[in-house]
């Protein structure tokens, strides 16, 4: 059974930058497709990155420029960097690998 543990979340201002991390159990870490997705208040849940067993990623519209997903195998972690972060960025982060999920992790962007 796969584990995903994420952290990193927290209360940041408007404009701060902050880095997720999803650490993953399982032994198929290199060869499977994984990403992230938010769900803010009242809202249902979105794809904010992922990145292709191929290595190829694919961002939101709504965080271009702004987020960087990146992974490293021999740690088994996905890592979200994501800067210039605006209040519409609020909400709970979820780690997915293939149909897995996480418990997801909150971040609060205010003024």
């Known amino acids: 059974q796969v584990q995903l543990v994420e952290s990193g979340g927290g209360s940041v201002q408007i404009g701060e930058s902050l880095t997720l991390s999803c650490k993953i159990y399982?032994?198929?870490?290199?060869?499977?497709?994984m990403g992230w997705y938010r769900q803010a208040p009242g809202k249902q849940r979105e794809l904010v990155a992922s990145v292709s067993t191929f290595g190829e990623v694919n961002y939101a519209r709504s965080v271009l420029g702004r987020a960087t997903i990146s992974k490293v195998d021999a740690e088994k972690t996905l890592y979200l960097r994501m800067t210039d972060l605006k209040a519409e960025d609020t909400g709970v982060y979820y780690c997915s690998f293939r149909d897995e999920w996480g418990e997801g992790t909150q971040v609060t962007v205010s003024s």
């Open positions: 399982t032994n198929f870490f290199g060869v499977s497709a």
